[in-house]
């Protein structure tokens, strides 16, 4: 068959322009938001049938009936970067841990400061009379206690490692001619460990050691007059009060994270990872076959489509452990479409464009901590019921393929990009003071006390990746490779490293 340039370019155009395509699919997990099931690149099941196009496998299958891939895999991460881009430990990725800001902003309904919390407001503002119902925020009355700017004095950084390895399984089918079925899936263990609670307030090495860079400003002090903290009698620095009864980790701060319900275990799990389903259909055609002329390279390509589902198997995080992670994407389903483009060039190398999209269904959660101030980071004092609304994933893949370029040894090295928009979360209605058992018709409101925009701003991250893997076939139906997965950029997201071994066996 041959193909006018206008039929190519056409196909080309909608690898290119629809924006919604990949295999693997993304996942809502920063420490991992793009996993590998094989180190074996065949796309749906394509290799046998497009060597066969081109001449070769005359004494064997044109068809590739099945396949199951067995992967095991380590993964790991010391660090990340930020939205700034900026190299940070992992628990600085959505801002240190200001215990300070715990004490600002309004209680939400029915609950109160925990009671170290409440000792440290009373001692920290000591100008201003502190009982269960005291609001520290912006007022008409005083100012709110300004902060380090440089977020050392009354903040934490926890350096955590990162670690998650398992075993993965992919197996595709196919059933019909160009129409097939993959399932992919597997189980793992995280581990993420802490070294310390670094106190930036007091540690020369890592946080500021004179912390004169933050006020406090009471009633009778003009803000415009404060320029030197030092020289204004009434204006003080309580450094001693914020780090006896916020940041001492063998008391105050161990006795808020008891009171909040947190663990602050190193945290250790095992678990099945979410499963995956994906419906596709692919067709390879011959391009330039039939000419003569030499500048017309001699090439297959194969437009691909397909679904998928996610099921959530995987275990959720766990919102009363500090330094938990999912395993999967958070209990929610997700679903999406991707198209692809390959285009194999004879005797010479491979290359394929793809686009991806994912959606994320919504699902309520219990015991999520939201903000009731803007300038709290890392950890809040305050938890609600959310309905959760993950943003959408979005994903580009370029990958040069190069099959049996030496003897029966293939490699690919592939470029992966992956986009997670913004999360809408919505907070979930509560009774009024108006509720009564004995009234029918209730009146129920989001508390107006938390922010969920903050942690909306907070839920978009982007990673870009390089893999690379060889693979050697030792029999005609039986492969083995090692895969490589480096890190290149990041926002809001692990630099995470991956190791994977393949055994494939195809028939």
Not at 222 to 250: H, N, R, W, Y
Not at 311 to 321: N, S, T
Not at 498 to 506: K, Y
């Amino acid at each position: 068959m041959t193909w006018s340039l206008q039929k190519i370019l056409a196909l080309i155009m909608i690898g290119i322009v629809i924006p919604q395509a990949i295999m693997p699919i993304s996942t809502l997990q920063k420490n991992d938001p793009y996993p590998m099931y094989s180190s074996v690149y065949d796309p749906y099941l394509s290799v046998w049938e497009r060597q066969c196009m081109m001449g070769h496998y005359n004494d064997e299958p044109c068809h590739e009936s099945w396949a199951i891939a067995i992967s095991p895999f380590v993964q790991k991460a010391r660090s990340g970067r930020d939205f700034a881009g900026s190299k940070v430990f992992l628990s600085d990725l959505e801002g240190r841990w200001n215990m300070l800001g715990m004490l600002y902003g309004p209680r939400p309904q029915g609950q109160q400061l925990v009671p170290q919390l409440l000792t440290a407001l009373k001692h920290i503002f000591s100008d201003i009379p502190a009982n269960d119902n005291t609001v520290i925020s912006n007022s008409e009355n005083y100012q709110f206690l300004l902060t380090d700017t440089s977020m050392d004095v009354g903040f934490f950084s926890i350096p955590l490692k990162y670690t998650k390895y398992g075993v993965r399984f992919e197996f595709s089918v196919q059933p019909f001619c160009d129409f097939g079925i993959t399932i992919q899936g597997g189980i793992s263990e995280i581990k993420q460990t802490f070294t310390a609670f670094i106190d930036r307030g007091v540690d020369p090495t890592i946080g500021a050691d004179v912390p004169f860079d933050f006020f406090r400003l009471i009633p009778d002090i003009d803000q415009a007059g404060i320029q030197d903290c030092q020289s204004v009698p009434k204006c003080t620095t309580p450094f001693d009060e914020i780090e006896g009864d916020l940041m001492s980790t063998t008391s105050a701060a161990k006795y808020i994270f008891e009171q909040l319900g947190l663990e602050k275990c190193n945290f250790e799990e095992t678990s099945f990872e979410d499963f995956r389903f994906i419906f596709w259909w692919r067709r390879p055609y011959e391009v330039n076959k039939y000419t003569d002329y030499p500048c017309w390279p001699k090439f297959i390509i194969m437009p691909s489509v397909a679904g998928f589902v996610t099921a959530p198997i995987g275990k959720p995080l766990d919102r009363h452990k500090l330094f938990a992670l999912p395993f999967g994407n958070d209990g929610h389903v997700s679903a999406g479409i991707d198209l692809g483009l390959n285009l194999d060039f004879y005797e010479t190398v491979e290359l394929a464009f793809k686009l991806g999209y994912t959606h994320f269904f919504g699902r309520t959660i219990d015991n999520f901590r939201v903000p009731n101030f803007c300038y709290q980071s890392g950890i809040f004092p305050f938890a609600t019921t959310v309905k959760r609304n993950p943003g959408d994933n979005y994903n580009f893949n370029v990958i040069l393929n190069a099959y049996r370029f030496l003897g029966c040894v293939s490699a690919y090295a592939e470029y992966v990009f992956v986009k997670h928009e913004e999360d809408h979360i919505k907070l979930k209605s509560h009774c009024s003071n108006v509720c009564d058992p004995a009234v029918r018709v209730t009146t129920v409101t989001p508390d107006p006390a938390f922010i969920p925009e903050k942690i909306e701003c907070l839920s978009k991250f982007s990673s870009q990746f390089i893999n690379g893997a060889i693979n050697v076939e030792i029999s005609p139906n039986i492969t083995l490779g090692i895969l490589a997965q480096f890190p290149i950029q990041q926002r809001n997201a692990y630099r995470s490293t991956t190791w994977l071994g393949t055994f494939r066996a195809v028939f």
